[in-house]
C-alpha cells in the first residue's frame, strides 16, 4: 500500500541508523564528519531532558533522520544535528565553524535566530521573529527546511506537553509552517502537520475519523487491492508498465472535504486516491486515456498540472472517475521525476556532492516577494496576514495575453492580477477583457480564462478597492499608495500654511532652513527634513503658531507681534486642515483646483464619467465645464481658459452616458436589452430604437452609471446577448 514519507518519532535511533540511510542515496558522503557531528551535538545535550523524559539527542538525531528522508545534501543533515547547540548549550558559532565548516556554522545561526518563533499576533515581538526567519530564507532555503524538520518531530511528541500549549504550537503550525511546505512543494511534510495539527486542535474530529477509518480497514485493503489490480491489468492491455498505489487520504484532507460540503463522513464518497507512476510524459497521457475509456470520468475534475506546473513546480495529472462497484476514485499519473519532486519539493533539486549544496539552491521568486514584503511593510499583522493568506496558494491558473500562465489564489480578480503583472499596471486598472469580454474590476476569475488588463492614464487607486482586491500583494500596493496620496496632499498643505505664516513675519520656508533655525526642533520632535515638518503640520499634528513659537530668530518676535496676526495664522491653518478633511465629501462630482463654491457642469457632448480623463474650462456665467480630454469640442481656443479639475471619490452619485448597441433585427430585442440593462442594477433614462435596411437594429440608450468601471460591466452583459453584434459609447 502507498504511503506517505514515514516521519514517525524514533525513540532508538542512533547514528549507525543515520550513516546507513545517508549512504543509501549519497554514498560518497563524509561519513566520518556526519558522526563527528553526533558526537558533539550527544555531548552539548549531555544531561538534558525533553518533555517526554527522553534523552534530549533524540530531538537533534529524529530531526536529522527527517532530513535524511529528504534526501538533503550533508551540511543540511549536521545542521539537524546541531540546530539547538548554540541556543541550548552556549556553543558559539566560531566553535561550529572551526570544527565542521562555515555552511553548517551559518544554518545553526540561521536557525539560532529564529529557534525561539512563536505566532500569537498580539505579541508584535514575536512577528519581527518571523521577519528573522524571512530574511534567513532568503540567503538559505535550508534554514527553513531544517525548521521544518524540527517543528514536525516537536508535533509529533506533543501529547507530552499542557493542552494549552499543545493548540498554541498546532495553531502557528497550521497557520505557518503547513503554508510554507506548501510553497516548497514538500507534500510529505504538508499533509503530515496537516493530521497532526487536526489531532491536537479538533481531538474529537480527528479520533472520530480514525474511528470511522479503521473500522472498514479490511473491506478499504481489498478495495485498494481490487483497483491496483483492475488499473495493472487495463494498462497491460495497452502495454504500459506503471507502478500503482492506493491509499486512503489524509485525515485534514477529508476534514475539509466535510467543512467544505456541509456533510458528515459517511457523505464523503472519494476517500481513496491511487497514483501512476510511469517512465516518461508521454505515458502519463496515454495512461490518462486509458483510465477515461476505461472508468467514467466525473465531470469538472480532471487537473493538467504537467503541462501547466503549480508555482511550487509540483506536475502531475490529476483526475476522479468512477471505480468499481460505483465507488468514486482520485488517480494522479506522474513520473518518477515527478513523484520526488512532489514528496520532496525544493528539497529533491539540491546536488549532495560536497562543495556544491548551497550554490545549487533553487531560487524561488516567492521568496523574493516575501523579502520586498519584510522591507516595504511596517506593519505587522498586515506582513503576517501575507504570509498566512498568500502562501499556500492553491487556486485559479490564468493566462497573460502573451499565454504565460500566472497562479492566483481562489477568489482573484483582474484587479489583483493587474497588481501580479506590475504595480503600475494595478494602479491605472480599470477593468479587464476575459476571454475578449470586458469585465468590471469585481469580476472573479476562474482558471483558464485569458486576460487583457485595461488601464487610463487618469486612474488610480481608491479605498474601494480594498474590498475588491484578495491577494495581500494587492492589497498592500494599494495601501502604499493610498499612504503616499495622503501624505503627499498633507505635506503640501503644511507647506503652503507654514509659507503664508512665515510671511507675515517677513521671511520664508526656505530662508529659515538656510539659517538652520529648526535643528532643535527638528531634533526635539524626530522629524527628518523639511517635508516631514510640512506633512505633520498639514495633518494637524503641529500647529504653524507652534512652529514659530521653537524658532530662536522668530520666537521673541512672535511675542511681539499683534495677538490678531498669530490667531489670523492659526485661523487660517485649521480652516486649510479642515477644507482637506471635507473636501472628499463635497456635492460636486468635480474638485476644481484652487477654487471654492464654483458652479461645475458635464458638457453634454461627451458626458464624462468618473475614469475619464477631463479638462475643465471657464465658460463666463456657467462656471466650469467639464470635458473629457478627448472631446472635439476642446479646441486650442478653449485651452487657453483650462483649469486643472479631478473626479471625487467621495461623490456616489450617477452620471447619464449613451451607448450604441448594434443587433440582430429581431422581433423583442428591444425588451431584451432593456432586461439585460436593468438586471444589472442599471437605470435606462431613455431609448431610442431604429431599424436598418441591412436587417440590423440600432439602439442608443442613455443610462445612469456610477462609474467608468460600472458602464464597463454594463457593456459586457449587453455583449453577452446573441442577438448583440457590437456596442460602443456615444
Known sequence: MYQNLDFSHER????????????????????????????????????????????????????????????????????????????????????????????????????????????????????????????????????????????????????????????????????????????????????????????????????????????????????????ITTIKEKLLEYSLHAEVKGRPK?????????????????????????????????????????????????????????????????????????GPR??????????????????????????????????????????????????????????????????????????????????????????????????????????????????????????????????????????DWLNIAKSSKARSKIKQWLLKVERDENRDLGRDILEKAFKSFNTSLKALLKKNDFKDFFDENHIIDEDELCVQVGSGKFSAKQVIENLPSLKEQAAKQEISEIEDIESYSSEMTKNVRKKTHSDNAVIVDGMSDVMVRMAKCCNPIPGDSIVGFITRGRGITVHKSDCNRVDAETLVRTIKVSWNKGFNFTHPVSVRVMTQDKPGILSLISKTINNSGINIRSAMAKSMPDRKGSFIFEIEVKDYSELLKTISSIESLEEVISVTRV
Open 326 to 463: 460505483a465507488e468514486r476514485i482520485e488517480i494522479q499519473i506522474r513520473t518518477n521525476e515527478m513523484d520526488e519532486v512532489a514528496e520532496a519539493g525544493v528539497a529533491a533539486h539540491w546536488k549532495y556532492k560536497e562543495g556544491l549544496a548551497g550554490k545549487s539552491a533553487p531560487k524561488l521568486d516567492w521568496v523574493q516577494e516575501l523579502l520586498e514584503y519584510n522591507k516595504n511593510t511596517d506593519n505587522n499583522r498586515e506582513f503576517l496576514d501575507v504570509i498566512k493568506n498568500d502562501l499556500d496558494l492553491d487556486g485559479v491558473f490564468v493566462f497573460t495575453p502573451k499565454g504565460d500562465v500566472r497562479e492566483l489564489k481562489y477568489g482573484a480578480t483582474p484587479l489583483d492580477f493587474a497588481y501580479e503583472i506590475h504595480t503600475e499596471v494595478g494602479h491605472h486598472c480599470v477593468g479587464a477583457k476575459i476571454n475578449g469580454k470586458i469585465v468590471p474590476l469585481r469580476h472573479v476569475l476562474k482558471s483558464g480564462d485569458s486576460i487583457e488588463i485595461l488601464t487610463s492614464k487618469t486612474q488610480s487607486p481608491s479605498k
Open 12 to 227: 532508538d535511533l542512533t547514528i549507525d541508523d543515520l550513516v546507513r540511510r545517508v549512504e543509501a542515496y549519497y554514498p560518497d558522503a563524509n561519513f566520518t564528519m556526519l558522526r563527528k557531528a553526533y558526537l558533539f551535538a550527544e555531548n552539548a545535550h549531555k544531561g538534558q531532558k525533553r518533555s517526554s523524559g527522553e534523552d534530549y539527542i533524540i530531538h537533534p538525531v529524529n530531526v536529522a533522520a527527517t532530513l535524511i528522508r529528504l534526501h538533503m545534501d550533508l551540511d543540511t543533515i549536521m545542521a539537524g544535528l546541531l540546530h539547538d547547540v548554540v541556543e541550548d548549550c552556549g556553543v558559539t558559532p566560531q566553535e561550529i565553524e572551526k570544527e565542521f565548516n562555515i555552511g553548517v556554522s551559518d544554518l545553526v545561526v540561521g536557525l539560532t535566530k529564529i529557534s525561539k518563533i512563536k505566532f500569537k499576533t498580539k505579541e508584535e515581538s514575536q512577528i519581527e521573529n518571523f521577519r528573522k526567519m524571512v530574511v534567513a530564507m532568503a540567503k538559505d532555503l535550508r534554514v527553513i527546511i531544517v525548521k521544518l524538520a524540527d517543528r514536525m518531530h516537536n508535533m509529533r511528541t506533543l501529547q507530552y506537553v499542557s493542552d494549552e500549549k499543545q493548540k498554541k504550537i498546532a495553531q502557528e503550525t497550521l497557520d505557518i509552517y503547513v503554508p510554507l511546505a506548501s510553497r516548497l512543494g514538500i507534500n510529505s511534510v504538508k499533509s503530515e502537520l496537516e493530521d497532526l495539527c487536526l489531532r491536537f486542535l479538533k481531538p474529537e474530529i480527528y479520533y472520530r475519523l480514525a474511528e470511522k477509518v479503521s473500522m472498514k480497514k479490511s473491506e478499504r485493503d481489498n478495495y485498494i487491492r481490487e483497483v
Open 250 to 322: 489524509h485525515f485534514y484532507s477529508i476534514y475539509k472535504k466535510m467543512t467544505a460540503r456541509g456533510v458528515d463522513f459517511e457523505q464523503v464518497q472519494d476517500l481513496l486516491a491511487f497514483r501512476l507512476i510511469v517512465s516518461n510524459i508521454t505515458e502519463c497521457y496515454k495512461a490518462l486515456g486509458i483510465i477515461h475509456s476505461s472508468f467514467t470520468p466525473i465531470p469538472g475534475r480532471f487537473k493538467d498540472y504537467i503541462a501547466i506546473p503549480k508555482v511550487n513546480n509540483y506536475q502531475s495529472l490529476h483526475t476522479a472517475v468512477m
